[in-house]
């Protein structure tokens, strides 16, 4: 159950409401949220997780915008990846580009971060 995976950070820098949103893009993307599973209902998760409710639902929304769930009026929010693979590809590059600049900063090497992705890849599997 999607409760029992979330654990916030609550002395992160990290804004809850992105730490929930990571947090279930992992989960679809390790399978242990699968696509048309509705999850829980804002009240619901935010009583499970002990946060406040507005912030699982602007978790909600930017799942919502970014295409990895869909709003039903009767099922709540529903996983539904939005399959648009040029746009998708754009929001990646956009994301990259600051973490390969930080990684450049800090002299990690180009082999170093290809194999940092393949590792990542492989959970996905």
């Not at 002395?11 to 679809?28: D, F, H, K, P, V």
């Not at 648009?84 to 973490?99: C, Q, S, T, Y």
Request: charged fraction near 30%; hydrophobic fraction near 45%.
């Amino acid at each position: 159950m999607l409760i029992e995976m979330i654990h916030i950070d609550f002395s992160s820098e990290e804004a809850i409401y992105m730490q929930l949103r990571n947090q279930i893009i992992l989960g679809i993307a390790t399978s242990r949220i699968q696509e048309g599973e509705t999850l829980p209902s804002v009240r619901q998760l935010a009583d499970g997780i002990g946060i406040n409710m507005h912030t699982v639902n602007k978790a909600y929304t930017v799942l919502k915008q970014e295409g990895f769930v869909s709003i039903d009026r009767r099922k709540g929010a529903v996983v539904s990846i939005d399959t648009d693979k040029i746009i998708a590809l754009e929001e990646l590059k956009d994301e990259l580009v600051v973490a390969l600049a930080k990684g450049w900063c800090k002299n990690i090497s180009k082999e170093e971060v290809h194999a940092l992705i393949d590792e990542i890849f492989e959970e996905y599997k």
